[in-house]
Nanobody, 126 residues
Framework: QVQLVESGGGLVQTGGSLSLSCTLS????????MGWFRRAPGKEREFVAA????????YYADSVKGRFTISRDDAESVTSLEMNSLKPEDTARYYC???????????????????WGQGTQVTVSS
């Protein structure tokens, strides 16, 4: 049974940084493409970033491009999301997700992902 556990959320001021981690257990993480999504209060879940199972391809939402970086360490089964220059509009609950395979635009689609974590809260104060 694949399980995902996020950590690293918290409260930060505008312009600050946070690093989120997602630990996968139950199977080798190298089998999966990994993604990060977020949901703000009153809003729909939205794609943030994804990384292919090889780590060779990354995808970002336009709203975070240049500020967020996704990476993976399969030796530790950890996928990270480094968030810089945070804005109040980045406030949301962030979820890690895993899929056996995604490619191109499919990696942006939450419906492509099979496994989800419980999320970690990120709050950016103005």
């Amino acid at each position: 049974q694949v399980q995902l556990v996020e950590s690293g959320g918290g409260l930060v001021q505008t312009g600050g940084s946070l690093s989120l981690s997602c630990t996968l257990s139950g199977r080798a993480s190298s089998h999966y493409a990994m993604g990060w999504f977020r949901r703000a209060p009153g809003k729909e879940r939205e794609f943030v970033a994804a990384i292919s199972w090889t780590g060779g391809t990354t995808y970002y939402a336009d709203s975070v491009k240049g500020r967020f970086t996704i990476s993976r360490d399969d030796a530790e089964s950890v996928t990270s999301l480094e968030m810089n220059s945070l804005k109040p509009e980045d406030t949301a609950r962030y979820y890690c997700a895993a899929t056996d395979y995604c490619s191109g635009h499919g990696c942006y689609d939450a419906e492509e992902y099979d496994y989800w974590g419980q999320g970690t809260q990120v709050t950016v104060s103005s």
